[in-house]
């Protein structure tokens, strides 16, 4: 057990090192960004996006509202693929350490996080969810009200950056995730959809 841990430490350390012009990145922000307002601001956003949250709440808003059902179906399927291939096997196999803990001179304003840094799972639900939300053409005469979904995925996205928690790259990892687990939602529940011809039963 000891030496399956240590070569998970190796590993993650060894990704760090890709990291340190990052770190400046994150640096900048904290220099040039920091204010009370956005400190309470960015915490808000990051709170929601907490396990992803926000996005479950709309997606069971949706799955109640008989017009949406569909695509409240494909933000969840989106998020359980999310979890799967971010949180369950990226993050445990590249194990790579979180910013704080190789620039630890910085003042964190939450809580230290408990699993590893890449990718963002924050990013990857908000983005797999927002996506799934976007690709279902959630229309408001017309307007795609999907852009919406997907600013608020920059939004929380970005919050990760500026609350050092995050590496840009982890970010960058976590759209990806999640549009690629927005994609594989969209197909497995179409297919599902016309397998069992649920379309006049629930859509």
């Known amino acids: 057990m000891k030496e399956k841990f ?17 770190i400046k ?14 400190d309470i601001f960015m915490k808000f956003l990051t709170n929601i996006g907490d396990s992803g949250a926000i996005w479950i709440i709309f997606s069971f808003i949706f799955i109640f509202m008989k017009n949406h059902r569909k695509m409240g179906i494909r933000v969840i399927v989106s998020l359980l693929f999310s979890g799967l291939i971010c949180n369950l096997i990226l993050k445990n196999y590249i194990a ?14 939450i809580e230290r996080q408990k699993d590893f840094s890449f990718p963002s799972g924050h990013t990857s639900a908000s983005f797999a969810a927002a996506a799934a ?58 297919r599902l959809y016309k397998k069992f011809k649920l379309g006049k039963k629930i859509s």
């Open 25 to 38: 990145i994150l640096i900048w922000l904290q220099e040039n960004m920091r204010s009370d307002f956005m």
């Open 6 to 22: 240590k070569s998970i430490y190796e590993r993650g350390t060894y990704m760090c090192q890709f990291g340190f012009d990052e």
């Open 133 to 190: 939300i976007y690709k279902s053409k959630l229309m408001y005469r017309k307007f795609n009200l999907g852009y919406l979904f997907i600013a608020l995925a920059i939004l929380i996205s970005f919050s990760r950056l500026y609350l050092f928690v995050h590496y840009p790259s982890d970010v960058l990892g976590g759209l990806i995730t999640g549009l690629i687990s927005a994609e594989l939602a969209f197909l497995l529940v179409e």
């Open 96 to 109: 790579r350490i979180r910013p704080y803990e190789v620039y630890s001179y910085i003042d964190l304003i």
